[in-house]
């Protein structure tokens, strides 16, 4: 199976750029998350979706960004205007339905893609 | 609010040696699963292991078990016989209700031979 797939791998652009980030996630994986890394901040989740609805966009930076999902197997990250601290490792990562805390089952295992690395000059 | 805790930035073990990576978190939630991924040089997140908040057994994968405490809140990386290949950063993880899942700010295990 196909693991998560996200695109572009590597972006350069200029300041005031508008910056689009694409993930597909794993077929049948109900949950997508956003996250970015940076040396300074580590891991950072900016949102996530369950069914395609946004649960949580409290980690969303401010008005520049946006993420949308509009059907189960294709999600958008994007940044306009793009600034210099918006670089960084942007990851997408996906996980099947389940319970948090559970024995069995889905446990909520993050499946990661393989990032896309922003750099904004 | 939910939180990770890893207070080891850095961390050096011989080869063939044993190395604890310490975690702590907090949540008032009761259902809550803690992860360990581990991010090599090459960028990829690779799970390694899991513990409910539910089991009463610690989790074991291999080389790696976890220490789970939960009247401390501590989920503790053990790695047994650590490989040159386990230099990498480690993160711990939590999700709570809804997969909510948020990180630690890793520990970088530096493996000597």
């Known amino acids: 199976d196909a693991g998560v797939i996200q695109s572009p791998r590597h972006e350069v652009t200029e300041m005031g750029q508008e910056v689009t980030l694409r993930c597909k996630p794993i077929s049948g994986h109900d949950y997508l998350f956003w996250y970015r890394q940076t040396m300074m901040r580590g891991l950072e989740l900016l949102i996530y979706f369950n069914n395609n609805v946004p649960i949580d966009d409290s980690g969303m930076p401010e008005d520049r960004f946006s993420a949308k999902m509009p059907n189960a197997s294709f999600s958008t990250l994007k940044i306009q205007p793009s600034e210099p601290r918006d670089s960084a490792v942007y990851f997408c990562?996906?996980?099947?339905?389940?319970?948090?805390?559970?024995?069995?089952?889905?446990?909520?295992?993050?499946?990661f893609g393989e990032g896309s690395r922003l750099t904004v000059l | 609010a939910q939180k990770i805790t890893q207070t080891q930035p850095g961390m050096f073990v011989q080869e063939k040696e044993a190395v604890t990576l310490d975690c702590t978190y907090d949540t008032s939630d009761q259902s809550y699963g803690l992860f360990w991924y581990k991010q090599p040089s090459s960028g990829e997140m690779i799970f390694l292991i899991y513990?409910?908040?539910?089991?009463?057994q610690n989790a074991t994968e291999g080389r790696y078990s976890l220490n789970f405490q939960k009247a401390r809140k501590s989920a503790n990386l053990v790695i047994s016989a650590s490989q040159l290949g386990d230099s990498a950063m480690y993160f711990c993880?939590?999700?709570?209700?809804?997969?909510?899942?948020?990180f630690g700010a890793g520990t970088r295990l530096f493996v000597k031979a």
């Open positions: 513990q409910g908040s539910y089991d009463e």
């Open positions: 990562a996906s996980s099947p339905p389940g319970l948090a805390g559970s024995t069995r089952g889905n446990t909520g295992e993050l499946f």
């Open positions: 993880a939590m999700n709570t209700g809804g997969f909510k899942t948020i």
